[in-house]
């Protein structure tokens, strides 16, 4: 684009919007693509215009709305749907539940390039349907094309982002502790359970509540994978006490221990496992009294069906500490990020 008097304009073709506000109107007295004619050159004037930008033919650039669509088109994102441009920028919202994904090297490299600004949600973030997730644009009004394309070279193949969305799950709960198998307290772990499962696609098979047995603990969840489980709960008997069976009891039906422990508190001693495709979790008792927990992180990407690794767990240190806020407006928070 090129800057040029007002009234050398006539004949060429604006290349922005240019904004008015008076008797109570704001907006757009002439916009981007309009062709100046010499009635203009008055309005433009009264508006402070003595200068104005028009496109410059064979310039090798692109406007910033066009820029914006060319951004969406390069990272589709199934679940959720691009805005016409706005203001110079594009907004990506989720049309599905699920857990958002961003390949945040990428992203890194993306944003280096120089114009180009996208900012997302936080990857492995839980969203619902409506949600903001990410949003593009460039910084100026026009930038050179070959930013945009450079952007389309390095998206093509990838998925910049994603919406995993929540699967169904058939899910065994087992309950452990002598105390509560006998009776004498009561059980409270298993409306925590419910109430939590209650947010995603999922068939409790059943609640199975056992004595600090380890023949008991191990035929219950034999029980529950021969009923096609892909998801078992334990609850109970997670801290490193010489008589808490519960991670022997995970190891002996043939589970592979990802984690038993966690960098993140409320939930410190969490065990993450898995038998199979069958994923495992031990939830220790902070999950009873407190509202968030490991308990509550973690449970979005199960049902969005990723596997866990002792690097993602780890990871979790870094926001692993919850504020314990006296309104808890999890997941908005800082608890739970990696």
Known sequence: MKKIRVEDAVGLT??????????????????????????????????????????????????????????????????????????????????????????????????????ITISTLPDHYPVEIGARLASMRIVPLVTKEEQIIRAETMCAGKKLLDIRPYQNRK?????????????????????????KLAQYPSEILGVTICDDNMEMICGAADKYLGQGA?????????????????????????????????????????????????????????????PTTMFDVLLPQIFAGDKFTKEQLVALGDGGLCQLCKSCHFPNCTFGRY
């Open 171 to 195: 899910v065994g709960v087992i309950i452990t502790g002598s105390e509560v198998y006998s009776g004498r307290i009561k059980d409270k772990f298993e409306p925590v359970v419910r109430a």
């Open 14 to 115: 604006l290349c922005h919007d240019i904004t008015a506000m008076r008797d109570g109107f704001k907006g757009a007295a002439f916009k981007r693509g309009h062709v100046i004619k010499p009635e203009d050159i008055p309005d433009l004037l009264d508006l402070g215009k003595r200068t104005i930008f028009v496109w410059e033919e064979n310039a090798g650039e692109i406007h910033e709305e066009d820029a914006a669509r060319r951004m969406a088109a390069m990272a589709p994102v199934s679940g959720a749907h691009y805005t016409a441009p706005s203001e110079g920028k594009v907004l990506l919202i989720a049309d599905i539940r699920g857990m958002f994904r961003v390949d945040t090297d990428l992203l890194k490299q993306i944003n280096s390039i120089g114009d």
């Open 230 to 290: 892909d998801f078992l709960i334990f609850t109970g008997g997670m801290s490193v006490d010489p008589d808490d069976l519960t991670p022997g009891a995970i190891s002996r039906i043939g589970a592979k221990i990802i984690s038993h422990g966690v960098p993140s508190q409320p939930g410190n001693m969490t065990l993450v496992a898995y038998a199979g495709d069958t994923a495992i979790l031990g939830i220790p008792g902070a999950a009873i009294s407190l």
